[in-house]
C-alpha cells in the first residue's frame, strides 16, 4: 500500500473508530464484543483501502454489519474470556455519569430484546442515520422489509419496560 493510502486509512482510523464503536455497541450490545468487530471490520478493510473509491465509511460499515451477521449465526466462536486484569479503576476520581450510563443499559437491553435482523436495522437507520435505501441496500434486502422490520422494532422497543421509565421513554 502507498504512504498515501496508509496515512488516509490512519485518518479514517482516528476520525471514524469512536463512531464505529458505538454503532457496533449498538449492534451487539456489549462493549467488548464490539471493539472486537470494529477492529476485525478495520483489519479486513486495510487491504482494500488504496482501490476503495467514493465513501469509505460505507464500506467499513458493511464490513462491519456483515462480521456481526455472520458472528450472530454462530453457536460458539471458540473464544473463551481469559483471567481479568488487574487494573487501578477504582481508585480513580470520576464524575457521576450515572443517568448517562442507566440511559445507555436501559437502551442496550431494550435492543437486545430485538432479533439481530431488527437491531441491524435500527441501528443503522437511527444511529447511522441511513436512508431505507442505503439501509436495504447494505443489508441486501428490499426497502420495504426495511420498513416492515424497522416498524416492529420500533414497536418492540417503545413497550420495553426499562425505556418506558426513563429520559429515553419521554419522561
Not at 11 to 39: I, K, W, Y
Amino acid at each position: 500500500m502507498t504512504r498515501t493510502a496508509d496515512a488516509d486509512f490512519e485518518r479514517f482510523v482516528q476520525t471514524q473508530s469512536t463512531p464505529l464503536l458505538r454503532f457496533a455497541e449498538m449492534l451487539c450490545g456489549d462493549r467488548h464484543n464490539a471493539e472486537d468487530l470494529v477492529q476485525q471490520a478495520l483489519m479486513r478493510s486495510y487491504p482494500k483501502w488504496h482501490r476503495l473509491d467514493g465513501d469509505q465509511l460505507r464500506y467499513v460499515r458493511r464490513v462491519l454489519v456483515n462480521r456481526f451477521l455472520t458472528q450472530a449465526r454462530r453457536r460458539w466462536n471458540n473464544e473463551v474470556p481469559s483471567d481479568p486484569v488487574e487494573n487501578d479503576w477504582d481508585q480513580r476520581a470520576v464524575a457521576d455519569f450515572a443517568q448517562q450510563v442507566q440511559t445507555r443499559e436501559a437502551v442496550l437491553s431494550a435492543l437486545a430484546g430485538l432479533t439481530v435482523r431488527e437491531r441491524a436495522v435500527v441501528a443503522l437507520r437511527y444511529s447511522q442515520d441511513l436512508s431505507e435505501a442505503e439501509t436495504a441496500e447494505l443489508l441486501g434486502m428490499a426497502p420495504g422489509t426495511v420498513k416492515s422490520t424497522s416498524s416492529r422494532a420500533l414497536a418492540k422497543l417503545r413497550l420495553a419496560p426499562d425505556l418506558i421509565d426513563s429520559v429515553v421513554g419521554g419522561n
